[in-house]
């Protein structure tokens, strides 16, 4: 088990947590209200800054029942914090739906999953080994 210490910038944050026993992802949560135009992005803060153990990344993703209702998920989708990294986390949200959205302060916006990092080193080669599928890609597979 890995221990991650989590600042909290100020009155509105929230420390992030697993809202089912098992659950891979913690949630976090807005300490702003702002409102994203549909069609538009916004840069959510949560108010939070974590420090990661070495060897592990944390993937912030989408909310399954935000991108259901209301078409708001994740833009860069899973964003990466890096175990270095000791600033706020920042979430940018998009509102994919035909109305505005308001994110109100302590809601429920993403969540974070954390998770190790394989350590490998890229070596450069002039030929890679062969497999069943070689190239195929983007569709190569069918859909039936």
Do not use: C, W
């Not at 803060?45 to 998920?73: D, F, N, V, W, Y």
């Not at 833009?75 to 998009?94: A, F, H, Q």
């Amino acid at each position: 088990m890995y221990n991650v210490k989590v600042k909290l910038m100020n009155k509105d944050a929230l420390v992030p947590f697993q809202a089912n026993k098992g659950d891979a992802g913690f949630d976090l949560f807005s300490a702003e209200e702002k409102v994203i135009k549909s069609g538009e992005a916004e840069l959510i803060s949560t108010g939070i800054m974590i420090e990661l153990p070495e060897g592990t990344e944390a993937q912030i993703r989408p909310r399954s029942g935000l991108a259901l209702k209301h078409s708001i998920t994740v833009l860069n989708s899973p964003g990466t914090i890096d175990e270095g990294y000791r600033g706020e986390i920042k979430v940018i949200l998009i509102n994919h739906g035909k109305k505005d959205f308001l994110v109100e302060s302590k809601m429920r916006i993403a969540q974070m999953v954390v998770a190790p990092v394989a350590k490998i080193n890229l070596i450069q080669s002039d030929e890679l080994t062969n497999t069943e599928r070689g190239e195929g890609g983007f569709g190569s597979s069918g859909t039936k």
